[in-house]
């Protein structure tokens, strides 16, 4: 198999953009041709419900986008049925060809850090035998725990051929408190200290497209720091956030990207997923609303790249 | 039901000391009478086996320290059968009366914490009907998102009688990366920063106890920097790490607790359930190792808090 960064490449090329449907369950926005007559709320009628509206979702995008994102905290609000449908969902992304980014935030130190890993990139050794847990293709991470927080997972990307994206700086308004404080040693944003960091982890990690498979989540809400972030780390594949409901466009997505058009994925959740705001609508509404969004997005993202 | 901080008070009143018992389940590190003749590793056989060797803590625990503290990562490498688990874990801690603090590192940013705070802590509505999912008593989350982030943890917090430990000077060696990088405006580490956010959330959260419930999670191998956290923080409830298998002791965490003897709890996992180094023991010897090491635990910090 190929490096998880090679893989992504190739899927943005064979479809032609680099747009991301996230997948955030949220089963009061969902039709209720999917929720209704379902009778009580059990673990069985809500990881039924999650699955069945996520592979109308991913029937739809697949084959238009090159990977998804499920959103883990929308699932595990549902508890340990909501985990049985992220399993699910990762599960029916693959078999219909998307890669897949759980976006977990998840992070803990040394040992912790590695059962982390394991559960979404690697394996967990049960009674002697390798088991997969939540098998995605990559995940995100948050870095507030130091650079050998990040080293498991590192570990877990070389050896299983998966990726990561480290949190860097976010779309929140909030993401101006720490993130952008000014350090007194360089008199630099305490992202960029961080983005040293992701830098020099994945160094060991190019791949044959020349692009690493440890990357960096930056939101396109503050495109002036995206830019000089692209600048800093132009080997890393940058999940951009933001897009969409929280206010970015394709322009200030552009900005992610390198100048050869790539280097960076671009994630659209409820506006590609929830945009209908009937809950009436029968399955074949549903699935062109899901298709109509997902197209205006990629005229929109790839509109942008070309200019 | 009181607020969080004010059961934790009446908790750690009632036992007589601050001590955590960890719950790593690491089936690798498990007595052989707990796990062999279990044939395949299914789901089912993972999440019992899981399920029974807690059982076996807890019920040696129950009555000894007033909090349990299962490590979520350490669940989630093995899956849906692990968080099924983790989820029974949390249910047996409570039935025996023990407060459960569930050790997840999570955050992201606006609903989607709220999902992780709803997760941990809150209720999600599923068909009209309010449902909890992994129902502790309290959470970890991490502050890199920013203020904004913790927001949705504290209103659960508030409406729910929960309790919040945010991630602030970490026990790893590469907690010096980031979380002590000095700031250009203050001249201060960067945890200072976030210790005042932390502040700033709870003061509307202090309980009657004078303790807030949103605390902070603060490494004892660092006792200079866990001092002044303690002084800036007088009414957070400190989680303490990084006891015994990470190398402080009694003395260096008693650095974390106010002048009264109260304010701070401390966490230790492998050293108290995986200390018996002999996987043939038998039931009883497996319970007597436990309850030995909880005490010595006890000893050590109640000592060291009365000097």
Redesign the interface.
């Known amino acids: 198999m190929k490096a998880f960064s090679d893989r992504l490449v190739d899927a943005i090329r064979k479809t032609g953009n680099p747009c991301v449907v996230g997948l ?1 369950p949220r ?2 926005l969902m039709p209720a041709f999917v ?1 209704s007559g ?1 009778g ?2 059990t673990a069985d ?2 990881r039924s419900v999650i699955s069945d509206f996520h592979e109308l979702v991913l029937d739809t995008v697949a084959g238009l986008v090159p990977a998804v994102k499920p ?1 883990v ?2 699932f ?5 049925a ?3 449908a992220l ?1 699910n969902t990762i599960r029916a992304a693959k078999q219909r060809g998307l890669l897949v980014i759980a ?1 977990a ?6 040992s ?2 590695e ?2 890993a ?2 979404f990139l690697g394996e ?4 002697g ?1 390798q ?4 098998d995605a293709d990559s995940m995100t991470v ?8 990040l080293l498991p997972f590192v570990a877990a990307c070389a050896k299983h051929k998966k990726g990561l994206f480290v ?1 860097l700086k ?10 952008d ?5 360089t ?1 630099r944003p ?1 992202y960029e ?2 983005a040293e ?1 992701i830098k020099d982890c994945g160094e060991p990690l190019v791949g044959e497209s020349g692009y690493s498979s440890i990357g960096a989540v930056i939101g396109a809400t503050f495109p002036e720091d995206a830019k000089r972030l692209r600048a800093l780390l132009p080997r890393a594949f940058i999940l951009v956030t933001g897009y969409g409901s929280q206010g970015a466009c394709g322009r200030d997505a552009a900005v992610c990207f390198n100048t050869d058009g790539m280097g960076a994925i671009v994630s659209s959740s409820r506006g590609i997923t929830y945009s209908y705001g009937r809950a009436d609508l029968a399955r074949p509404a549903v699935a062109a609303s899901v298709r109509e969004n997902t197209l205006r997005m990629i005229e929109d993202v790839t509109g942008a790249l070309k200019k």
């Not at 935030?105 to 040394?110: A, P």
């Not at 976010?170 to 993130?179: H, I, K, V």
Request: glycine share 6%.
């Open positions: 955030d089963i009061d929720t379902r009580a709320p009628a809500i959103q905290a929308f595990e609000q549902h508890g340990t909501g985990m049985l399993d976006d935030k998840r992070n803990d130190i040394s912790t850090a059962a982390y394991a559960a967990t050794d049960v009674f035998q088991q997969k847990a939540f948050t870095p507030y725990l130091g650079r050998d927080s949190v976010t779309s929140n308004p909030g993401s101006r408190d720490f993130q404080l000014e350090l007194r040693a008199g305490l200290k961080i960091a």
